[in-house]
């Protein structure tokens, strides 16, 4: 299969000379959550979206009879909890990203369809449009990889950008849900966008994100976030390279709204 063969060479081609910035960042509590009612509505919406994704299911039931242990991570966590919390309910979140611990990409792709793609950090996305999730093994995480952390899912929150992406949801294998909470739930009970990790790569990419999820959660901006939209939207040509980046990643809603949240913070200096 090409994709196995090619997938190791790409990857490390794409992640050359990735530009990576230090951030100022808080050091976070890392805990199991113990609201008994938060976790069993998660699950519930987890068993729904497993309900219409025939794919993802059949994944990971395979993952499950294998005894190999895995994690949703990042927006549908995010999203699923901001929703649970919020007033007006939202659609569903769509955005399934998987860890899989004691695994590596080519029996992943043992398991999937011929139509997967590699994605450059060190996974493959799966089908497209609302079906379409994205899975990697562990100890592929790109700044685990990076830093040479330990593939622990300890270190996968570690190495999460922001602090309303630190949530880890387990699915029952055996054992009651649980989540691993590294500063997601107060992120989102305080509203507020602050960094994670102290490293962080692709820094035009992750402005156009922070802009995005200020905009799209309606969250106020931490110090050291502000200061780092500002010193990378400062420069015309990286500030063009944000707005495409919103043109071609969100809704005209959201790029618009946040397109305004970036003007405001640059006029606000001048």
């Known amino acids: 299969m090409?994709?196995?063969?090619?997938?190791?060479?790409?990857?490390?081609?794409?992640l050359t000379n990735v530009e990576i910035v230090s951030v100022a960042a808080p050091r976070q509590v890392t805990q199991f959550v113990e609201d008994d009612s938060l976790l069993q509505r998660i699950e519930a919406r987890y068993v729904s979206a497993l309900r219409v994704?025939?794919?993802?299911?059949?994944l990971t039931h395979e993952l499950e009879l294998r005894g190999l242990r895995y994690c949703v991570f990042g927006g549908w966590v995010r999203d699923t909890i901001h929703d649970l919390q919020s007033v007006s309910?939202?659609?569903?979140?769509r955005d399934v990203d998987l860890v899989v611990r004691g695994i590596e990409v080519t029996d992943l792709l043992k398991m999937l369809p011929s139509d997967v793609r590699p994605t450059m950090f060190g996974g493959v996305q799966s089908g497209v449009g609302p079906s379409a999730f994205d899975i990697w093994p562990l100890h592929e995480t790109f700044l685990i990889h990076r830093l040479g952390l330990q593939p622990?899912?300890?270190?996968?929150?570690?190495?999460?950008?922001?602090?309303?992406?630190?949530?880890?949801?387990f699915p029952p294998q055996g054992n009651p849900p649980q989540i691993l909470d590294g500063g997601m739930l107060k992120a989102l009970r305080k509203r507020t966008l602050d960094f994670n990790s102290s490293v962080l790569p692709f820094p035009?990419?992750?402005?156009?994100?922070?802009?995005?999820?200020?905009?799209?959660l309606s969250l106020?901006?931490?110090?050291?976030?502000?200061?780092?939209?500002?010193?990378?939207?400062?420069?015309?040509?990286?500030r063009e390279q944000i707005?495409?980046?919103?043109?071609?990643?969100?809704?005209?809603?959201?790029?618009n709204s946040a397109q305004e949240i970036?003007?405001?913070?640059?006029?606000a200096t001048q």
């Open 152 to 169: 622990t899912f300890e270190s996968l929150l570690q190495s999460t950008d922001f602090t309303i992406n630190a949530g880890l949801f």
């Open 243 to 255: 707005s495409e980046g919103l043109r071609n990643n969100y809704s005209p809603n959201i790029a």
């Open 53 to 58: 994704n025939d794919r993802l299911a059949a």
């Open 2 to 14: 090409a994709l196995q063969s090619n997938w190791g060479p790409e990857r490390k081609r794409a």
């Open 262 to 267: 970036l003007h405001l913070l640059i006029e």
């Open 220 to 238: 106020n901006l931490a110090p050291a976030v502000r200061a780092f939209l500002l010193e990378i939207a400062r420069d015309p040509l990286r």
């Open 204 to 216: 035009v990419m992750q402005c156009a994100r922070l802009a995005a999820y200020a905009a799209k």
């Open 89 to 93: 309910a939202r659609e569903p979140p």
